[in-house]
């Protein structure tokens, strides 16, 4: 079974920051996906920026990018430029292609704290 | 506007009391998805479906069951709720689980 660690419960940054976001998994497929969702205090999930383990180029979404290193199996997110709005849990999560691409596993989360 | 409606968003009930927690989803998604999240545990998958009248256990499905009799109907239901089945549960659902999973509100279930 997969297994997909965070290894920060909690990190704290100022206003126009970069924080980096670690997160480890263990699998022995060669084709999968990656996710990183927020969950701010409204408890909405929010799907901030997906991978495809096949594609070399590391995704983007505005202000949010990643580092994804294949062969460590690492998959960190960093946030640049931090707004108080980006205070929320963030959730790493893999899916593999056993059980059709339906099972979703996530990691315990990181609590990312945003300060003036 | 496209979205993933579950209801009720907060139940208390008493246990051994049957209950049902609905999920809706209006974006056609071939798959749906239960999850319970509990502090220091991340989100874990209760069931799942890949479609009408397919569906799948994850990893903590004792204590629920599920079925999915129409294609944006996905029903979660405790037959005898425990305390231990205190959490907050969230629905999901995908056109295909490659894309990412869009999540309902949250339901926050405690039972007493």
């Known amino acids: 079974a997969q297994t997909v660690t965070q290894s920060q419960p909690e990190m704290s940054v100022q206003e126009a920051e970069t924080v980096t976001l670690s997160c480890t998994y263990d699998t022995s497929e060669s084709n999968y996906y990656l996710f990183w969702y927020k969950q701010p205090p409204s408890r909405q999930m929010i799907l901030v920026i997906r991978q495809e383990a096949y594609k070399q180029q590391n995704a983007t979404e505005n202000r949010f990018s990643v580092n994804f290193q294949k062969a460590a199996k690492s998959f960190s997110l960093k946030i640049s430029d931090s707004q108080l709005g980006d205070t929320a849990m963030y959730f790493c999560?893999?899916?593999?292609?056993?059980?059709?691409?339906?099972?979703?596993?996530f990691g315990a989360g990181t609590q990312v704290v945003v300060t003036p | 506007e496209a979205q993933v409606t579950q209801n009720p968003r907060y139940l208390i009930t008493v246990t051994g009391k049957k209950l049902t927690v609905t999920c809706s989803q209006n974006?056609?998604?071939?798959?749906m998805s239960w999850y319970r999240q509990d502090p220091g545990l991340g989100l874990r998958q209760i069931y799942y479906?890949?479609?009408?009248?397919?569906?799948d256990k994850g990893d903590v499905p004792e204590g629920y069951k599920v079925s999915r009799k129409e294609k944006r109907n996905f029903p979660l239901i405790l037959e005898s709720p425990s305390p231990n089945q205190t959490s907050l549960y969230f629905c999901?659902?995908?056109?295909?689980?490659?894309?990412?999973?869009?999540f309902g509100s949250g339901t926050r279930l405690t039972v007493v």
């Open positions: 974006m056609n998604h071939e798959y």
């Open positions: 999901a659902s995908s056109l295909r689980g490659t894309y990412g999973y869009t």
């Open positions: 479906s890949m479609n009408v009248e397919v569906t």
């Open positions: 999560a893999f899916m593999g292609p056993t059980d059709s691409w339906g099972k979703l596993q």
